[in-house]
Structures are given as structure tokens and as C-alpha cells.
């Protein structure tokens, strides 16, 4: 079945920093991909969404890039900012079932 | 703009007690998801409902969790009986369904099963 891997549970960088959050998946149809957010006690929000092979995406500052050679849409960052710490799901939708599901999540510590 | 409304917010429940959140998606949305978010597990799909037919009830989750959407506007999840590995926040989220639209999350019922 669709499966969704997040290798780091936890990254901590300096502000002022470039970030990138691995994002895999596995699916046998073809994919929509997504970029969540979460601030503590909020809900999650979209932050980016592709379904195009090789076709950069961004939203407020972030940026990923579907690769479907390589099954990934990492997120990256070039410059992250205190306000970033949160929880970053990453997400995938097939055309077959449609239904999403989601990495473990990684959460983004921002340090002064 | 209407986002998907949870309620209650907050749930304190004893063990073996029953009981039932609630949410409402965004009008003409016909695809509704239940997810279960903890620190260990992260999101785990609980159901998951297409135009109010369940597409799938998240296996591990069948024998306790029971979600319906009896209209189109509306869905419980009925959790019975509460055990204390149940607190965990409980996610709904609705969308339009053709895959390119990502669901968006109500703020969720926070759980603590004493």
C-alpha cells in the first residue's frame, strides 16, 4: 500500500539557516503530494501541494520539488526564522483511492 | 470562510465510559477523514468517508472506534468503551475528493481518558 517516510524526527538549526526535510513515498498510482504545518495547539495547515514531476512549488519562503525518478518531495528553506518552529507533515493522495495519509512528522526547532 | 468545526474541544472521560465527537466539514465537501494524533504514532487515519459511504475504518481502530456520517454535514466518532492509551488529540478533516485538494483540519477534540 501508499506509504509516506520522514527520516528525521527532530532538526534544530540556528535561525538564519538553511533547512530541508526529507519527504519519501510509495505509491503505485500517481501521486499529489503535500506540505503541512502545525503550530503547538493548532491545527495542521497546507503549506505547499504538487503533483507535477520536476516542477519547484513555493509558499511563504518554503520550497519543494516533486521527483517522481526518486519518489521525494523534500522541503526546504534557504533562510529559517524563529516563527518556523513547529511540526512539518508531509502528506501523500493517489489517483486510485484518494485518500491522504501522512509521515510521522518532523518537528522543526528553531534556536535565537 | 466556514472551516470544518470539531466539538467539544477539550474531553476528560473515565475508563469504560462512551463517548462522542463530533464535526461538521465544509459545505460540498465530499470526502471526510478521522485521524488520532499522538507523540508516538503521529496521524493515524481512523475513517475515512467519501460522499457519507465509508471508504475505509482504519483497521487496528475497528473494534472500539466507530465513526458514521449520517448526513452530509455531519460525522461522530464514537469511542466505546474509553481506555487511558485512547487521549490522544482526534483530527477531522474534509475536502473535495479529486485528490488534488488537500484536506483541511478542523482544530480538533483533545482526549484524556482517565
Known amino acids: 500500500g501508499d506509504s509516506v517516510t520522514q527520516t528525521e524526527g527532530l532538526v534544530t538549526l540556528t535561525k538564519g539557516l538553511p533547512v530541508m526535510l526529507n519527504c519519501t513515498y510509495q505509491?503505485?498510482?500517481?501521486?499529489?503530494l503535500f506540505w503541512y504545518v502545525q503550530h503547538l495547539n493548532e491545527a495542521p495547515k497546507l503549506l505547499l501541494k504538487s503533483s507535477t514531476d520536476n516542477k519547484r512549488t513555493e509558499h511563504q519562503g518554503f520550497y519543494a520539488t516533486l521527483h517522481k525518478s526518486s519518489s521525494s518531495f523534500h522541503l526546504q528553506k534557504s533562510s529559517v526564522q524563529l516563527s518556523d518552529s513547529a511540526l512539518y507533515f508531509c502528506a501523500l493522495s493517489d489517483t486510485n483511492a484518494y485518500k491522504v495519509i501522512f509521515g510521522k512528522g518532523t518537528h522543526l526547532h528553531v534556536l535565537p | 470562510d466556514a472551516g470544518v468545526t470539531q466539538t467539544p474541544r477539550h474531553e476528560v472521560a473515565e475508563k469504560g465510559q462512551t463517548i462522542i465527537l463530533k464535526c461538521e466539514p465544509v459545505s460540498g465537501h465530499n470526502d471526510l477523514f478521522w485521524y488520532r494524533q499522538t507523540k508516538i504514532q503521529g496521524l493515524e487515519l481512523l475513517s475515512y468517508f467519501r460522499s457519507k459511504s465509508l471508504m475505509e475504518d482504519g483497521g487496528a481502530f475497528k473494534d472500539r472506534f466507530k465513526a458514521e456520517m449520517l448526513n452530509s454535514s455531519f460525522s461522530t466518532l464514537k469511542i466505546q468503551p474509553t481506555e487511558p492509551k485512547d487521549s490522544a488529540v482526534y483530527l477531522c478533516a474534509s475536502s473535495f475528493g479529486d485528490g488534488n485538494q488537500a484536506p483541511l483540519f478542523g482544530e480538533g477534540t483533545r482526549l484524556s481518558v482517565l
Open positions: 505509491t503505485t498510482y500517481s501521486p499529489f
